[in-house]
């Protein structure tokens, strides 16, 4: 048996997925992102993207895992609850941030750049520069800090980005007016 994830963050970057998942590029009406996953579970705190309802389209993958794969996805979605996504094919899930962790991000729960890297690399790569522009343009919260951890990653799953994809990424957060922290203004 399997089960299926609609993934529109780190899930979008087939580098963070196992080998032999099924992915394909998908869009889900009525959402819109947000950087409202708030956590002090990891390095001080952590925010990660969420969902929220809104009358956006979202890109993404639609992503097929093997149910005895189902424990690794929990893990790696624990500050989520899992929402059905029936638009997406019968028993599809999309993660939304639990009620513990609904908050956008701040100075103690900043973005991790590597994980923006990863994300950014990922639409790239499904969906070409204006799938970025897109995924930009639907995510709400660029207003919380950026904790600039490129050098030294935090983000289990962080990915080697080319010039070209480590530019663009600088680029498309320097429009969105992102600020961003030091390692050394974060909470260990």
């Known amino acids: 048996m399997t089960f299926s994830v609609f993934g529109y963050g780190s899930l979008v970057n087939r580098n963070t997925l196992p080998p032999h998942v099924s992915a394909e590029p998908v869009s889900l009406k009525g959402w819109r992102r947000a950087w409202r996953a708030s956590s002090v579970a990891h390095a001080g ?13 979202i890109e993404g993958l639609l992503v097929t895992f093997d149910d005895d794969y ?11 609850d899992a929402l059905a996504a029936e638009a997406l094919g019968a028993g599809a899930l999309i993660f939304r941030a639990n009620a513990e962790a609904d908050r956008f991000g701040d100075a103690g729960n900043p973005v991790h750049l590597s994980y923006v890297d990863v994300v950014i690399q990922g639409f790239l790569r499904e969906f070409g520069e204006a799938g970025v522009e897109r995924f930009m343009a639907t995510t709400d919260g660029w207003h919380v800090p950026i904790l600039d951890d490129r050098a030294a990653p935090r983000y289990p799953r962080a ?10 990424s600088d680029r498309m957060l ?3 007016d ?3 922290m030091s390692t050394d203004e974060a909470l260990p």
């Not at 705190?45 to 389209?57: H, R």
């Not at 189902?70 to 989520?80: K, M």
Request: aromatic share 8%; proline share 5%; charged share 30%.
């Open 45 to 57: 705190g952590v925010c990660a993207l969420s969902v929220v309802p809104g009358d956006d389209t």
């Open 70 to 80: 189902r424990p690794v996805i929990d893990a790696r979605e624990y500050r989520y």
């Open 159 to 168: 990915q080697q980005l080319t010039e070209n994809e480590r530019d663009l």
């Open 178 to 180: 992102a600020t961003f």
């Open 174 to 176: 320097r429009m969105v």
